[in-house]
Structure formats: structure tokens, C-alpha cells
């Protein structure tokens, strides 16, 4: 069965250090990947997806994710920080037919001054 | 174009009232997704459409909960009765393709 596994419930960094949030999935086959940040108050916005090829994906706000089949994960990576980076993050995964996306149970970001 | 579009923003209800949230998809997807997020279970998929079909509702939690998405443009969450249990904030995401694009969500609270 598919699933998506975010281990670390929360994670305190302090401005300006480099942050990694883990994700790994259960897939049967080659998955469809996202990360999503969400804002308190706020909907879930798009931060990167990897569908194929380059397995290190760059997205919004100075955020990467690196693919790597063999440990079936999809760290997040920032390489600082950010005040405003403060949110909940969730890594996503959707099967071929695109109609299911599996979510993890997310990662809250706090950002230390 | 402007998104997803859910409202009402915020619902307070009365328990045993009926609740419905509407959703708008972005024009021309195709999938449309109902979502529930409490801090206990986190995000919870409830049901989703595809082609104005519904495909999937296992997650909805019981009878008192019923979706419809009469057109491509137009998708309700209804909850008769309401219960205090329901208090959440309920997203709608719509697709083509891949990626799901969520809308600012529905906080429901029932006292």
C-alpha cells in the first residue's frame, strides 16, 4: 500500500542554519513526489515536485529535495533559513493514475532568532 | 486564474444543524479532492471525483457526511447532522494531471 512517512513531528532551527526534513514513501512503482509548505491560517501551497529525470528538483523560496530510490526518500533541504520559512510541511505522494495523493502527517518548522 | 475557491471561510454551527461547504475547482481540471485536517489525524483524504464521478470516498467518516459534484465547476461537503467531533478545517483541491492545488480550506467549528 502506498504511504508516505514524514518522521519528525517538529523541528526547531535557528535563523540562518540549514534544514533538512526527512520523507520517505511506499510506493510499488516510480512515484510522483511533492512537497507542500503550509502558513497558519493558509492552504497548501506548492514548494517542488518531482515527476523524472535530474533527481535533485529545485523549488520555490530557495527550497531542493533530492529523490533516491534506493532509501525510497525525499529530504527537503534549505541551505538558511529563513523567519518567514516558520509553517507546517508536508511531503506528498500520487500514484500513475494521478487520482490519490497520499500525504505524510507533516513537520512543523520553527525558526529560532 | 484565481484558484480554488472554498467558501464559507469560517462556519460556527449549532450540533445537529446542517453544514455545507462549496468548492469552485480551477477551470478545465478534472479531479477534485475533499480534505480534512484536525491535529489528530492530520490530513485525511475523504472522497475525490474524477470527471464529476466520485471515485473514492472511503474516507468519509460516516453517513452524516455526503459530497456531490453536480458539474465540472461546483463540488458541496455536507454534513447532516453536525456534530462537535466535525470541527476541522476542510480543504478542496482540484487537478489535471500530477499536482493538486488546495484551496485556503474551511475552518468548521460545531458547538
Known amino acids: 500500500a502506498q504511504s508516505v512517512t514524514q518522521p519528525d513531528i517538529h523541528i526547531t532551527v535557528s535563523e540562518g542554519a540549514s534544514l533538512e526534513l526527512r520523507c520517505n514513501y511506499s510506493?510499488?512503482?516510480?512515484?510522483?513526489l511533492f512537497w507542500y509548505v503550509q502558513s497558519p491560517g493558509q492552504g497548501l501551497q506548492l514548494l517542488l515536485k518531482?515527476?523524472?529525470?535530474?533527481?535533485l528538483v529545485q523549488g520555490i523560496k530557495g527550497f531542493e529535495a533530492e529523490f533516491k530510490r534506493s532509501q525510497s526518500s525525499f529530504n527537503l533541504r534549505k541551505p538558511s533559513v529563513h523567519w518567514s520559512d516558520a509553517a507546517e510541511y508536508f511531503c506528498?505522494?500520487?500514484?500513475?493514475?494521478?487520482?490519490?495523493?497520499?500525504f505524510g502527517s507533516g513537520t512543523k518548522l520553527n525558526v529560532k532568532p | 486564474d484565481a484558484g480554488v475557491i472554498q467558501s464559507p471561510r469560517h462556519e460556527v454551527t449549532e450540533m445537529g444543524q446542517e453544514v455545507t461547504l462549496r468548492c469552485k475547482p480551477i477551470?478545465?481540471?478534472?479531479?477534485l479532492f475533499w480534505y480534512r485536517q484536525t491535529m489528530m489525524r492530520g490530513l485525511e483524504l475523504l472522497i475525490y471525483?474524477?470527471?464529476?464521478?466520485?471515485?473514492?470516498d472511503s474516507g468519509m467518516p460516516e453517513d452524516r457526511f455526503s459530497a456531490k459534484m453536480p458539474n465540472a465547476s461546483f463540488s458541496t461537503l455536507k454534513i447532516q447532522p453536525s456534530e462537535p467531533r466535525d470541527s476541522a478545517v476542510y480543504f478542496c483541491?482540484?487537478?489535471?494531471?500530477?499536482?493538486?492545488?488546495f484551496g485556503q480550506g474551511t475552518r468548521l467549528t460545531v458547538v
Open positions: 510506493y510499488g512503482a516510480t512515484p510522483y
Open positions: 506528498a505522494v500520487v500514484g500513475y493514475n494521478f487520482n490519490k495523493f497520499y
Open positions: 518531482y515527476f523524472s529525470g535530474d533527481t
Open positions: 477551470s478545465g481540471h478534472n479531479s
Open positions: 483541491a482540484s487537478s489535471l494531471g500530477p499536482e493538486a492545488f
Open positions: 471525483f474524477n470527471n464529476n464521478v466520485p471515485i473514492d
